[in-house]
């Protein structure tokens, strides 16, 4: 198996905005005095999303020669009062908190903040700098710096030690647990409060680098994601070890040899994922999120923009255990489940797309037939305490897994991926919400027992989806839908109780599609490259390649998919996502 071309830093060329962005400390440092007035006062706000390095904004900051400089952070609350307003959302789980609808004032002691403004309001003349998150609180500045950084650079600081939770000293604390706090309540809070700013910003400092810092002009940013909403484009994927990892992307993906595996790709989750954005010579990092936020309709379409907000509802990710070992046996809550317990309003569903398979793979999937609740569950309790393996044999489905098999499973349906599987795994956004009921007697890569919730799970199975009806309703359910010169159609899912729907077209010649008003997700499954065109011109020719995960906002309406270089004379493969109307 030799390295296909799959690009692994995919950006956005914005056009007409060459020189609205630079690089490096200096040159930031340059542009904000050049943007400051000469008038008698003038307040310059950098508000900032948690885990930006303030100690490395700081130093820089004394360049400016500023009459004040505040941190807002000084009238954030302490870490006795942020515990007892969060602690409904945390919980005691190291896995499951409830979603947060705090607002970000609420993390700041009123009295405190208020003497900030204070402060701010006596200085008569000269340069007042307010920065920290949530430096907006204190003013609205007379010049506003936005400093930005993507969740997955959050999550690898936080590995290694350097960064706790906003506002608490938290640093060696259980990565679960710190994630869980992010995920539930910080990333929420920040990404409602940084929405109106993104909107009004001067300037946003990509800050994901180390001591190199990339500023762009708000007019320049706020162009390229207009643009990005109007075209084919793919968001930075990342990639992941794991306890059960495998060797296929490693190979497939040409990724570093010396990881002893790779587990995960997350190659369209825009909550997570990176956005790139190139202005000239300069190239912008941002959270694919803040498309989200700024361009939900034009992305999304009007109909899953009214049912999931500026939420992208669709995830597109792979799971590789070539080489590796057995997912953990696990399911997902139900939709009432996920509402009462969690806070969020849509669940996991999913389905396992099967790029590539070993002639002995198999996908575990409901239940056997015949099998009675109260004893699997006490078979998975015995194994959560070591007295023994769980019987899988006895009570799970395992199905041949072969490539370009679909296997849906809608939340309820215990499963799991077996080794020696390359997935493609199409699925609703939320994917924190994975019950683990049996990992295979394993620890996970930090040395700890990995967590199983069979409290959880046992609320949420539903016990009907036993073999002949896993058979009859999950496992390659293709329906033909069309065919013409040069291509076919077919739908394969996913099941009616999920909201997505898949289709897949076999193609040698180009091929029409149409948003119908809808965001399309699409991955090339089968040959080398195809390009994506626009019949009427409305975008430039975007190239893609096996595997790569490309999105169609809705807007963009009528495209077409052709054979394109080492692709011209091959059978190729898309399978194509949408929320069902």
């Not at 010649?509 to 119908?516: A, D, G, K, R």
């Amino acid at each position: 198996m030799k390295p296909t071309t799959y690009d692994k830093f995919p950006e956005v060329a914005v056009q007409g905005h060459d020189h609205e962005a630079l690089q490096g400390w200096p040159s930031v440092i340059s542009s904000l005095r050049d943007r400051l007035t000469s008038s008698a006062k003038t307040v310059l706000v950098i508000d900032c999303y948690p885990g930006v390095r303030l100690a490395e904004l700081e130093p820089h900051l004394a360049g400016l020669n500023a009459t004040l400089t505040l941190n807002v952070e000084s009238a954030r609350q302490n870490e006795v009062a942020l515990h007892t307003l969060l602690a409904r959302n945390l919980t005691d789980d190291r896995v499951f908190g409830v979603q947060s609808c705090h607002q970000l004032r609420e993390f700041f002691d009123a009295d405190r903040l208020e003497a900030l403004r204070q402060q701010i309001t006596k200085v008569q003349q000269g340069l007042v700098i307010v920065y920290g998150p949530g430096a907006a609180l204190a003013h609205d500045g007379d010049v506003l710096v936005y400093a930005d950084l993507p969740r997955w650079e959050i999550q690898q600081r936080m590995r290694s030690g350097e960064l706790g939770n906003w506002g608490v000293e938290n640093q060696d604390e259980d990565i679960l647990r710190r994630y869980k706090r992010a995920f539930f309540i910080e990333w929420r809070v920040f990404d409602r409060h940084k929405k109106p700013l993104l909107k009004r910003t001067d300037f946003l400092l990509d800050t994901t680098q180390t001591d190199l810092p990339k500023l762009v002009s708000g007019n320049a940013l706020r162009a390229g994601l207009s643009q990005t909403a109007q075209r084919p484009f793919r968001v930075v994927p990342f990639f992941d070890p794991g306890v059960w990892g495998g060797q296929w992307m490693k190979n497939q993906f040409d990724l570093d040899p010396s990881k002893p595996n790779y587990a995960w790709c997350f190659d369209c989750v825009p909550e997570e994922n990176s956005l790139l954005l190139r202005f000239g010579d300069v190239r912008i990092e941002i959270p694919s999120i803040d498309l989200v936020l700024l361009h939900p309709r034009e992305l999304l379409g009007e109909k899953v923009h009214a049912r999931f907000g500026a939420e992208f509802p669709i995830r597109f990710d792979f799971l590789d255990t070539i080489g590796g070992q057995n997912l953990s046996f696990q399911v997902h809550p139900l939709t009432e489940y996920i509402q009462q317990q969690f806070g969020m309003h849509y669940t996991q569903d999913e389905s396992y797309y099967i790029l590539e398979a070993e002639p002995d793979a198999v996908v575990y999937l409901g239940t056997k037939t015949g099998t009675e609740p109260a004893e699997m569950f006490a078979d998975l309790h015995k194994a959560a305490r070591g007295e023994k393996a769980f019987d899988d044999q006895r009570f799970v489905n395992q199905i041949p897994a072969r490539k370009h098999d679909h296997f849906l499973i809608p939340a309820g349906t215990v499963h799991c991926s077996g080794s020696g599987t390359m997935v493609l795994e199409i699925s609703a956004t939320p994917y924190i919400f994975t019950f683990k009921l049996w990992d295979w007697g394993r620890l996970g890569l930090d040395g700890l027992p990995r967590p199983v919730h069979l409290d959880h799970g046992e609320q949420v199975i539903d016990w009907q989806r036993d073999t002949q009806w896993v058979n009859e309703h999950l496992v390659n359910h293709v329906e033909p839908l069309g065919e013409g010169d040069g291509w076919r159609e077919e739908r394969t899912g996913l099941h009616e109780r999920e909201f997505i729907e898949t289709r897949r077209h076999w193609f040698t010649q180009p091929v029409t599609h149409h948003t119908q008003g809808g965001v399309n997700v699409l991955n090339l499954v089968e040959g080398d490259e195809a390009r994506v065109e626009s019949p009427s011109g409305a975008f430039e020719p975007f190239v893609v390649h096996y595997a790569e995960t490309f999105i169609i906002p809705a807007g963009v309406g009528e495209y077409r998919i052709t054979p394109w270089g080492k692709g011209c004379g091959q059978q190729l493969a898309t399978v194509k996502a949408w929320v069902r109307g």
